[in-house]
């Protein structure tokens, strides 16, 4: 079993559509949770960084974690062409000394939100 | 404000040739900085990271090798790479300290023939 899980997609919406974005864990002890946004041929892209449970919201962006669930998710609101890229999500154990800042990531979901 | 830079964006070599790959970032002083590789439906892997000159940390045993001469410097060499290297690579940074996010370049995309 992966650490890590994550739908590939690909995922298509239309343009204004809510998208909702998911990745499940194995490990209970992760405690920070990322998202990242990744165009084609680019680097990934740090869109949101959240510790624990709960929820966080930037925009038309939320992301939710549930630790109880090993599940967190990334939404998108009134969602954009521009939106169109590979999502990534990330996790690592937190704590002190390099070693914890280790990210494990899932294997991205391709979003393409059609004009 | 911080950046970070990769070179070159894209790269071919022949197989048993040697490689050196390099990330430099600006704008912060004592990063954290780590190497990924990312393979098509595999996510990314840590391959090495560092918390300061001349401190190499690897994750994974392979080909590959990582130093870190400088401050805001990291490179990624082989001495003689295998057709199981090709991949895009990724340097990351990180301000110093634990649990902090981490900030990527643009990668370099490496072809081995």
């Known amino acids: 079993q992966k650490e890590v899980e994550q739908d590939p997609g690909p995922l298509s919406v239309p343009e204004g559509a809510i998208v909702s974005l998911n990745c499940t864990y194995s490990n209970s002890a992760f405690q920070y949770f990322m998202w990242y946004r990744q165009y084609s041929r680019k680097g990934p892209e740090l869109l949101m960084y959240t510790y624990s449970s709960g929820n966080k919201e930037d925009g038309r962006f939320t992301a939710q974690v549930d630790k109880s669930s090993k599940y967190i998710s990334l939404f998108i609101r009134d969602s954009q062409p521009s939106d169109s890229a590979t999502y990534l999500c990330?996790?690592?154990?937190?704590?002190?000394?390099?070693?914890?800042?280790?990210?494990?990531f899932g294997t991205g979901t391709l979003l393409a939100v059609q004009p | 404000s911080q950046t970070i830079h990769q070179w070159p964006a894209t790269l071919v070599q022949p197989v048993g040739s040697p490689l050196s790959l390099e990330c430099t970032v600006e704008g912060t002083s004592n990063p954290n900085l780590y190497w990924y590789r990312q393979a098509a439906g595999r996510g990314l892997q840590l391959l090495f990271y560092s918390v300061g000159i001349g401190q190499i940390s690897s994750e994974v045993p392979q080909n590959l090798s990582a130093s870190r001469p400088q401050d805001r410097q990291f490179i990624l060499s082989s001495k003689k790479l295998l057709l199981s290297d090709s991949g895009f690579y990724l340097c990351?940074?990180?301000?110093?300290?634990?649990?902090?996010?981490?900030?990527f370049g643009d990668g370099t995309r490496l072809s081995i023939l």
């Open positions: 990330a996790m690592s154990l937190g704590g002190y000394g390099g070693a914890t800042n280790k990210l494990i």
């Open positions: 990351a940074w990180s301000a110093p300290g634990s649990n902090q996010p981490q900030h």
